[in-house]
């Protein structure tokens, strides 16, 4: 399937999930990881201001599939400890705007310009690669469901009061000039407790340049799903 078939189908599934949540539980944190997630997150967004209970420290998209990948490769690559490796990845979910940022790669590491665009591509491309793989029978389950795994297990952390919490996601932010975008946030016990912004600073000319060629791509996506929850909610009037 391609996103815009995705889109087609799930952006309907996530607005009615998340009206049952505003209806039912609106203080919830609300983990989309319904793709293609550079949309559905706005859609459940437009949805939360719509029923009145709209709180961005609460609407994540789960972008931590990307992390996991990019620790993967990394790992693999410099023959590093998988648990000892750490990747931010920021921008959106898909193709060119899931962007690692290897420069910031902890422990800190040297890559070639060939291995930053080797291993950049096949992050962006690891979906792709799993569905190929599989003949087209399926698509990144297992990998999908420890990534939301993960993420439910730092939110559940940081409901608890731990307050060393900190994942990569995708939500309304400022530190790109977009409504939404993923970088690396600090969880509390009432949300997302800080965008993590010296990550998009100190960028190497390869990441600078990525940066402002996926804003286009996310920009887009984002007014699509903002479109659909709109139309909609002029067409239940």
């Not at 609106?26 to 949805?47: D, Y």
């Amino acid at each position: 399937m391609t996103r815009d078939d995705l889109f087609n189908i799930n952006a309907s599934i996530v607005k009615t999930l998340v009206e049952a949540v505003a209806d039912n539980c609106p203080e919830a944190f609300i983990h989309v990881i319904s793709n293609p997630v550079n949309s559905t997150v706005p859609i459940a967004a437009e949805v939360l201001k719509q029923k009145g209970v709209y709180d961005p420290k609460k609407l994540f998209g789960v972008t931590t599939l990307d992390v996991v990948r990019a620790n993967t490769f990394v790992a693999q690559k410099k023959n590093l400890r998988l648990i000892d490796v750490d990747v931010p990845v920021i921008g959106g979910h898909a193709g060119i705007t899931i962007l690692p940022l290897l420069s910031k790669t902890k422990p800190s590491v040297c890559f070639t310009d060939e291995e930053i665009h080797e291993l950049t591509v096949r992050i962006q491309n690891a979906g792709t690669e799993v569905v190929e793989a599989k003949a087209g029978a399926g698509s990144a389950t297992l990998s999908m469901a420890y990534a939301a795994a993960r993420f439910v297990e730092s939110s559940l952390r940081a409901l608890d009061g731990d307050g060393d919490v900190y994942e990569c996601a995708y939500v309304q932010s400022d530190v790109a000039d977009l409504p939404f975008f993923a970088s690396r946030i600090k969880l509390g016990k009432k949300g997302v407790e800080a965008l993590i912004s010296s990550d998009l600073q100190g960028l190497t000319e390869y990441e600078q340049k990525a940066v402002e060629a996926l804003k286009a791509e996310l920009k887009s996506s984002i007014e699509k799903g903002v479109g659909f929850a709109q139309k909609q909610s002029v067409a239940a009037a």
